[in-house]
């Protein structure tokens, strides 16, 4: 049985430039890599998972940044998300990452969120907008079901958005 796939967040889905606006507002201070700043990059580590729990039931976004392990670069430099830039002179990849997820890397909900802010950021695109699963024609649904409106309904739910109406009647139907 393959694995199942973690859901997209609705945030995914927002203006890059909205998220990066959302993302600076509630961006959490990066500490220096010395013992004061571990210890205060401790305390928000504990706060954090305190107050949204733990990942990954719990994902790091532009609401809820992660703190940045000191030493690391900052999350709009689109460093390696394994090691935040820490490793190696060159700039690389997560892929190329000499640590990959061992000791030295990040911790898990780090990497996260820096994937987040690098899309935020605009430094790698985002995932793209769903299309809808059906069109519904308005105009020509007279014997509209409970089921079809419960459908409408969800669609206007997650985010979806009538359509106009041109002359032909060629645009219609809800649209993401």
Known sequence: MPAQRAAVPK????????RLLDLLRNL???HPDTETGWAAYCVQVDEWHRKHGHYP??????????????GTQPANTGACFNCGGKHGDAKHMQFDCPVKRLPGSVPAPERAFRSVAAVCYGIIRGPPAPTPVRAINVAEAIDITNADEAYVKSLI?????????NEE????????
Do not use: I, M
């Open 169 to 176: 009647g060629k645009e219609h139907g809800l649209l993401n």
């Open 157 to 165: 739910d997650d985010g979806a958005f009538s359509t106009e109406v």
């Open 57 to 70: 039931q719990a994902s790091p976004d532009e609401f809820k940044p992660y703190p940045l392990t000191p």
């Open 28 to 30: 959490l201070p990066h």
């Open 11 to 18: 945030s995914a889905y927002r203006d890059p430039r909205v």
